[in-house]
């Protein structure tokens, strides 16, 4: 795909994996909007330019994988593998009830795809770097993707990783790290500080990049670029907009981790439509 | 069982009129109201704090409230860093997280001897949809295996608030205090006086006992109540002082009872049902059946994984009487 229909193919699907979101949220009664609506664009751009998988073989072995560290963002991750055809796309209307394979957190065991069960936040990048150990190890050719949040970003095991990786020269790890400045108590910058974060990393040793994390051009040419990066790992910095594509979500402390109820869906829903020029009455499910 | 185990007592304990509440806000409240007569008083949080609710003590003793964002492990050292100068320290998360850190809780807190408590709310899988990352199945299993440290686990919100009380002003080390994210109903009645490391018996009978802790006792109380009504007359005991248990006590109010059903919203490895049987087995070994969960957590709404782990009244009933009709040994 060229890059302009690339861009197009990503501009379509965004708003309807917001609306596929909410839509989960709203049915599950329980969730985190914020995370995963500043994830979106990533997560998608991920998808459909960097990771070489098959969605209908999830074990293929030379397939790059992708640890969302960040498990409450998972949403959004389901909305892009429902597409992708990872599973039928009625079961996102079962995220979070008894019985789901799309569990609130992602789980490995429960559904083919997910590389590693997150949830208990500050794990997924030492288990990306042992997966990207593993990778040189056998002299596989795939990739290990890393998907982070800011507040996240504040557990020490994270920390750790950023030695190691530097150490164990990881340059076939790549960080975003989905920087929406918001976690659950207040501002990133409030409750523990994290600049200045390029410096830290590239202090660290690593390769960083700083992007706008909803524009798919910048998105796609800092995935293409840490992939040209010999000798180390590359962290991305994506700037996002927590709640980006519903206006009375972005950047409210308060939808981290509420469901919006049917009245504030359908709000959210017809907003996204018409941004996008879609029909309003169309059935999401 | 036999008839002539019927107890001669009267009705089961009855639940008191009052509303069901969260064990955490409770738990809030009462640490905010503390807050001023104990300016030795300090509180942690890791970017929990509204639903940990030390957010009530934040508001009013801003300066003696350290929000540490999201780093356990951190908070762990820094309270024992506190303890050790002086201050009585509440460090706060979600049970599943700050028990994570068993190190930390190890080797700074509990090896040093340090008044700190560790708070963990969203006890169990009662978190429900979250799923089982989110799940403390194991805390208690963990923390009870530290020699000093004391496990509390309240049933209601009378017991912990008399729970937060003997911390701040009477307990002198180490201390766990697991707590609910969902309200459960008032299991005492307003005379109520927890007593530190005592058992708690609420009903008294003979027969079968059941022995809950936390969520689990008003479960409990009421398959009691649908027992009485067949004509038995079950033993419910709330186990609020999980570590270190009194085995003399638990023995003595087992006294007429053959049979124990223990039940917990967390893993039936190492929890109260594990401890049960550990005091039993070293002074009057009975039957014991564990109800907890045996399995990872999952997704669900609260209602439906109690249902399904029998945690909830139908569900410790159906396990009272399935104990009851064994064969006896
Ligand atoms: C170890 C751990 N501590 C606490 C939590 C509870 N928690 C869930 S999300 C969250 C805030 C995360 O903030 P951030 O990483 O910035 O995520 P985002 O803004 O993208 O939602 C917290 C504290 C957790 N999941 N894991
Ligand atoms: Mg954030």
Redesign the interface.
């Known amino acids: 795909m060229d890059l302009d229909q690339l861009v197009r193919t990503l501009e379509e699907k965004a708003p309807r994996y917001r609306v596929d979101i909410v839509e989960m949220l709203a049915a599950a009664g329980s969730g985190h909007p914020g995370g995963s609506l500043s994830l979106i664009d990533l997560i998608s751009t991920l998808y459909h330019h960097a990771l070489r998988q098959r969605p209908s073989e999830p074990q293929w072995p030379e397939r790059d994988r992708l640890v969302l560290s960040k498990g409450h963002g998972v949403p959004a991750q389901y909305a892009v593998m429902a597409d992708l055809g990872y599973f039928p796309r009625a079961q996102l209307w079962t995220l979070r009830k008894l019985g789901s394979p799309l569990q609130g957190h992602p789980c490995r065991s429960w559904l083919p795809g997910i590389e590693a069960s997150t949830g208990s936040l500050g794990q997924g990048l030492s288990v990306a770097q042992g997966i990207a150990l593993a990778g040189k190890l056998d002299k596989g050719s795939w990739r290990v993707y890393c998907v982070m949040g800011d507040g996240e970003t504040q557990e020490g095991q994270v920390w750790e990783a950023a030695l190691s990786a530097a150490k164990f020269r990881l340059d076939n790890l790549t960080v975003l790290l989905d920087y929406n400045k918001l976690q659950i108590d207040g501002f990133t910058r409030d409750v523990m500080n994290l600049e200045p974060l390029a410096d830290k990393w590239r202090a660290f040793g690593w390769h960083v990049i700083t992007i706008d994390g909803h524009n798919y051009r910048q998105i796609i040419g800092a995935l293409d670029e840490a992939r040209q990066v010999q000798g180390r790992p590359t962290y991305i910095i994506a700037h996002t907009i927590k709640g980006k594509g519903v206006s009375f979500m972005e950047e409210q402390v308060g939808w981290h981790g509420v469901a919006p109820n049917r009245e504030q869906a359908d709000r959210a829903i017809a907003e996204l439509r018409t941004r996008a020029g879609l029909p309003l009455t169309e059935a999401v499910r | 069982m036999s008839s002539s185990s019927l107890s001669t007592e009267t009705a089961p304990a009855t639940p008191s009129s009052a509303p069901p509440r969260a064990t955490r806000d409770a738990f809030g409240e009462t640490l905010r109201r503390l807050g001023a007569d104990h300016p030795q008083l300090v509180v942690l949080?890791a970017?929990?704090?509204?639903?940990t609710r030390s957010a009530k003590f934040a508001e009013a003793f801003p300066e003696r409230f350290f929000?540490?964002?999201?780093?356990e492990?951190?908070m762990l050292g820094t309270a024992a860093g506190l303890a050790a100068s002086g201050k009585r320290v509440f460090c706060c998360s979600f049970s599943?997280?700050v028990t994570?850190r068993f190190d930390q809780i190890k080797v700074s807190v509990a090896y040093n001897d340090l008044p700190v408590t560790i708070v963990g709310t969203h006890a169990g899988c009662a978190v429900?949809?979250?799923?089982?990352?989110?799940m403390a199945l194991e805390d208690v299993a963990l923390l009870r295996t530290l020699p000093n440290m004391l496990v509390l686990q309240p049933a209601d919100d009378l017991e912990t608030t008399q729970m937060v009380e003997h911390l701040v002003t009477g307990h002198r080390g180490p201390a766990f205090l697991r707590l609910t994210r969902q309200k459960v109903p008032r299991v005492h009645d307003a005379g109520y006086r927890f007593v530190p490391g005592a058992v708690d018996p609420l009903r008294r009978g003979s027969g079968l006992a059941i022995c809950a802790t936390g969520a689990c006792v008003a479960g409990a109380l009421e398959a009691a109540a649908r027992l009485v009504g067949e004509g038995l007359s079950p033993t419910v005991i709330n186990i609020s002082t999980l570590a270190p248990l009194d085995g003399d006590g638990l023995v003595a109010a087992l006294a007429s009872c053959e049979r124990v059903l223990t039940v917990e919203d967390h893993s039936i490895v190492g929890g109260l049902g594990s401890a049960i049987c550990e005091a039993l087995a070293e002074r009057r070994p009975l039957r014991v059946h564990r109800v907890g969960l045996r399995e990872f957590g999952?997704?669900?709404?609260t209602e439906?994984?109690f249902r399904?782990h029998h945690l909830d009244g139908p569900g410790i009933y159906l396990e009272a009487k399935a104990l009851l009709a064994e064969a006896p040994r």
């Not at chain 2, 429900?128 to 989110?134: A, F, L, N, R, V």
């Not at chain 2, 999952?298 to 709404?301: A, D, K, T």
């Open positions: 949080d970017d929990l704090s509204e639903s929000q540490l964002g999201i780093q492990a951190n599943c997280f994570g429900g949809p979250d799923g089982y990352t989110q999952e997704s669900g709404e439906e994984l399904k």
